[in-house]
Structure formats: C-alpha cells, structure tokens
C-alpha cells in the first residue's frame, strides 16, 4: 500500500470497505477480516502524515508481509493544520468510530478519547499486553502506561512521551528551606517573593520567578496540571466556578501585580525558575545546563494534585473496538512498542523501553565524565556525578496525566484574558468559562 492521502469527505468513504465487523474485546476473539492481495487489511487514521508514519508503515510491512498498513492522513507532511481542521477531524473520526465503520487504529491525539472509551468505542488493551510474547513488562516504561491508563484499562498506548520539568537556580535555592515534592503554588510564590527580595536587599539585579510567561498561559498549564480537578473526565463535567480556580486566577494576576512573574522575557541570571519540557535524555542536561550554572531540578508546585513531572505522550494510539483484525492490530501495537520502532530517529521523545533510556543516560553518563559532552552552545557539561541518579529515578516515578480535552483548555485560554486585563472579575471569568466547557461537554 501506500500513503494515502484522503480529504474529510474520503474519510467516511474509506469506511464503506469495511461492510462486516464484529466487536474484538479480548485476545482470541475471531472475525472476517478485510483483505487486499491475499494480505489482511488493517487502516490507521491519523491526523497529519510524518516521517515517522511513513518510516513506521515501511518497517511494519517488511516484518509482517502478510500484513497491509494502510495509513489514512486527514493532512499531508506538508499541509498547515489550522483551528477548524481539528474539530473536523474530530467530527469525521466520531462520525465514523459511532457508526462501527472507522479505522482498526487510531492516532487519539486531538480526540476525546475518554469519551470515546465511556462509550466503548475503544479496545482494553490490558489482555493483550499481558499476554504478549515479544514485550516484557520489566523492560517497559510502565509507570507511562500505568499513568495513561482510563477506567483501569490499557486503552491507548504511547509512541514516546516527554516530561513537564521545574527547573531553579541552584545556586540562589540554596538559601531557602524546599520541600518540592509536597509544595502548592502558594508556598512557592512565598518562597519565590522572599528570594527576589533578599537579593535585592544584597544590591542584585531584580529578579523574576518566572518570565516571559502571560498570565492566561501560565493558567492554562496549571490547570493542565491539575486537570482532574477541574474536569471530571469519566461524567464530563466542568468545575470552573469553584472557589478552587477563582483562587487560582487571582493568585496569578497577584504575582504579575507584585512582580513575581512578568510577560517579558528577561536575561537568564534574572529568572529564578523555569517551566520546560524535557523530551529526552540529552535534555536533562541541555535544557536544565543552558538556563543555569548550577540548576536544580524540581518537582512543580501544584493546585491539590500531586507535583510529580506531568507526562506528554507522543503520538498515542487505540484500537476501534470493532474492529475486525483486532488481532493484526495488536500485532501493530506490539510492534510499535519494539526496539526496531523505538530506536527510529524520527521517533519523538523518551522511549517506552527503559532499556533503550537507561543505555542512552549511561553513554550521557560517560561523555560527560570524559569531558566530550558539550551543551548546545558548544560550553562542556559539567554535570555532577549523582544527578543521573536523580533524572532517571524523577522519569521512572512520573506519574501525573490527564486525559485533557485540547477544547477546554482553548475556551480557557480565550476568556481568561477578561480578567487579567481587568475588563472582568473573576467571578465573570469563571462563570462564562464554566458555561462554555459545560455546553461543549455535553455536546
């Protein structure tokens, strides 16, 4: 097969090739499978075409010749996908998964796929995985899958996945009493106002806790944070109008009001902490070693959740639960999740086999101990001997995942700025986007 390519109108058309289809639930289950050449048939919806479809649909072919991957791609490698895209393909994909006439696999990205789950559109994977023959548990990152994980099912199964860090200037936190595993944004806007103030009694530049950063953005990633708290996912509903998130907005617009936080961005000596991805190994040093001379990596402060580094699956799939070819999907699942696959550079983020991380840390480990490993500014690292320990044990304890809706946090982002620019109160703020998330919601 090759790459197909098909508009929003194909997308349904697609599906009509696929008349007889019985649900598939469990490993062992049996149905007529569609088939071209003598090869069964399994389709992949995804959003957009990439390198790594492409690379992956190659590789798929070669190891399973009896086997037909044949990727559908809403957007070619090349297109723009704007606003309105998503919620088309949203649309097509829901059309279509509600009909029982969908892809065998998806790409859940942008589609809500807890709702999807609720609805039993989706295959509990948790059989299969257990069962497998070629994947071992040990050598999984299974705190991601743990984490990723929806009504106690394995329904949707990562790529890759990076890591939300807290980085702080090490050098300056050493004159402060942290305990970042348990602190809330209020213990940190404390502890972030008494350094700031310190320093400039010491005659020190004025120092920001966190800049370049608007106040709606900084909103939107801590209720990311702490979505299941604003967001019960399983009876979709929204509770904007708590107390807890008119809390949350005020105490952000009083650090831009007090100078905590500011919306420009700044010199690098002139920040205390920063909120950054970390998208692999090489980043826990490149990343952290770039902002600070001494940094000091740091579990966030949060909301009520717990602080530990937030998971960013890559590309994250599932399998339509009625699909026909369950099992060759699966087949798929497994493969994806194979040295072969995860070794592939176009692959994004850290590796599902820790395995592959733990190799990639130690030959980190070396290069930097012999003196060769340079920053992206070409300076060497200079990396203390024990911190390895540290970023291997903060990516294997990362725990903290939502199952987030990219639409909740857009009618955040687009009426919180009411407030902060003081056109309305909080209490207006939060109604309105409660009403909105509501109505979208129950849509």
Same mark, same amino acid.
């Given at each position: 097969?090759?790459?197909?390519?098909?508009?929003?109108?194909?997308?349904?058309?697609?599906?009509?090739?696929?008349?007889t289809?019985?649900?598939?639930?469990?490993?062992?289950?049996?149905a007529?499978?569609?088939?071209?050449?003598?090869k069964?048939?399994?389709?992949?919806s995804?959003?957009?075409?990439?390198?790594?479809?492409?690379?992956?649909?190659?590789?798929?072919?070669?190891?399973?010749?009896?086997?037909d991957?044949?990727?559908?791609?809403?957007?070619?490698?090349?297109?723009?996908?704007?606003?309105?895209?998503y919620?088309?393909?949203?649309?097509?994909?829901?059309?279509?998964?509600?009909?029982?006439?969908?892809?065998?696999i998806?790409?859940?990205?942008?589609?809500?796929?807890?709702?999807?789950?609720?609805?039993?559109?989706?295959?509990?994977?948790?059989?299969?995985?257990k069962?497998?023959?070629?994947?071992?548990?040990?050598?999984?990152?299974?705190n991601?899958?743990?984490?990723?994980?929806?009504?106690?099912?394995?329904?949707i199964?990562?790529?890759?996945?990076?890591?939300?860090?807290?980085?702080?200037?090490?050098?300056?936190?050493?004159?402060?009493?942290?305990?970042?595993?348990?602190?809330?944004? /209020? #213990?940190?806007?404390?502890?972030?106002?008494?350094?700031? &103030?310190?320093? %400039?009694?010491?005659? +020190? $530049?004025?120092?920001?806790?966190?800049?370049?950063?608007?106040?709606?953005?900084?909103?939107?990633?801590?209720?990311?944070?702490?979505?299941?708290?604003?967001?019960?996912v399983?009876?979709?509903?929204?509770?904007?109008?708590?107390?807890?998130?008119?809390?949350?907005?005020?105490?952000?617009?009083?650090?831009? /009001? #007090?100078?905590?936080m500011?919306?420009?961005?700044?010199? &690098?000596?002139? %920040?205390?902490?920063? +909120? $950054?991805?970390?998208?692999?190994?090489?980043?826990?040093?490149?990343?952290?070693?770039?902002?600070?001379?001494?940094?000091?990596?740091?579990?966030?402060?949060?909301?009520?959740?717990?602080?530990?580094?937030r998971i960013?699956?890559?590309?994250?799939?599932?399998?339509?639960?009625?699909?026909?070819?369950?099992? /060759?999907?699966?087949?798929f699942?497994?493969?994806?999740?194979?040295?072969?696959? %995860?070794?592939?550079? +176009?692959?994004?983020?850290?590796?599902?086999?820790?395995?592959?991380?733990?190799?990639?840390?130690?030959?980190?480990?070396?290069?930097?101990?012999?003196?060769?490993y340079?920053?992206?500014?070409?300076?060497?690292?200079s990396?203390?001997?024990?911190?390895?320990?540290?970023?291997?044990?903060?990516?294997?304890?990362?725990?903290?995942?939502?199952?987030?809706?990219?639409?909740?946090?857009?009618?955040?982002?687009?009426?919180?700025?009411?407030?902060?620019?003081g056109?309305?109160?909080?209490?207006?703020?939060?109604?309105?986007?409660?009403?909105?998330?509501?109505?979208?919601?129950?849509?």
């Amino acid at each position: 097969m090759k790459m197909k390519i098909i508009n929003k109108m194909g997308w349904l058309g697609m599906s009509l090739a696929f008349t007889t289809m019985m649900t598939a639930c469990s490993p062992g289950s049996s149905a007529e499978a569609p088939s071209t050449g003598g090869k069964t048939v399994v389709t992949l919806s995804v959003q957009q075409d990439s390198e790594f479809y492409r690379a992956v649909e190659k590789k798929f072919e070669q190891a399973y010749p009896d086997i037909d991957l044949q990727i559908q791609a809403y957007k070619g490698i090349s297109e723009k996908m704007e606003g309105p895209d998503y919620e088309k393909y949203q649309k097509t994909a829901g059309t279509a998964l509600l009909s029982g006439k969908g892809a065998d696999i998806y790409e859940t990205g942008s589609l809500p796929a807890s709702d999807y789950v609720s609805k039993k559109l989706f295959l509990d994977m948790d059989d299969y995985l257990k069962q497998s023959k070629t994947l071992k548990q040990e050598d999984l990152q299974m705190n991601v899958l743990n984490a990723l994980k929806v009504n106690g099912g394995t329904y949707i199964i990562p790529s890759g996945f990076s890591l939300r860090a807290f980085l702080g200037d090490g050098d300056v936190l050493k004159q402060a009493e942290i305990d970042d595993k348990s602190w809330t944004w /209020q #213990e940190w806007k404390k502890i972030s106002k008494s350094l700031i &103030t310190s320093g %400039q009694q010491a005659g +020190s $530049a004025h120092r920001y806790a966190l800049p370049n950063n608007p106040p709606d953005m900084l909103l939107q990633e801590m209720v990311f944070d702490g979505y299941n708290q604003f967001v019960d996912v399983a009876a979709r509903k929204a509770k904007f109008d708590s107390p807890a998130f008119i809390f949350m907005m005020r105490e952000i617009n009083e650090m831009y /009001q #007090e100078k905590l936080m500011t919306t420009e961005p700044v010199e &690098t000596e002139n %920040q205390l902490f920063y +909120s $950054a991805v970390i998208q692999g190994p090489a980043d826990f040093i490149n990343v952290p070693y770039t902002y600070f001379a001494n940094p000091k990596l740091l579990y966030k402060p949060h909301s009520g959740n717990s602080g530990a580094m937030r998971i960013i699956p890559s590309y994250t799939f599932a399998i339509q639960a009625k699909s026909p070819v369950a099992e /060759q999907a699966w087949t798929f699942m497994e493969f994806l999740l194979s040295d072969e696959v %995860q070794s592939l550079q +176009s692959r994004e983020g850290f590796s599902l086999l820790r395995s592959l991380n733990d190799k990639q840390f130690s030959e980190l480990q070396q290069q930097v101990k012999s003196g060769t490993y340079k920053l992206p500014d070409g300076k060497l690292a200079s990396v203390p001997e024990g911190q390895f320990k540290v970023f291997q044990d903060m990516m294997d304890t990362a725990d903290n995942f939502a199952m987030m809706d990219v639409k909740i946090l857009s009618i955040i982002g687009e009426e919180a700025g009411a407030f902060f620019s003081g056109q309305k109160t909080a209490e207006d703020v939060a109604k309105l986007i409660q009403n909105k998330a509501t109505t979208y919601l129950n849509e």
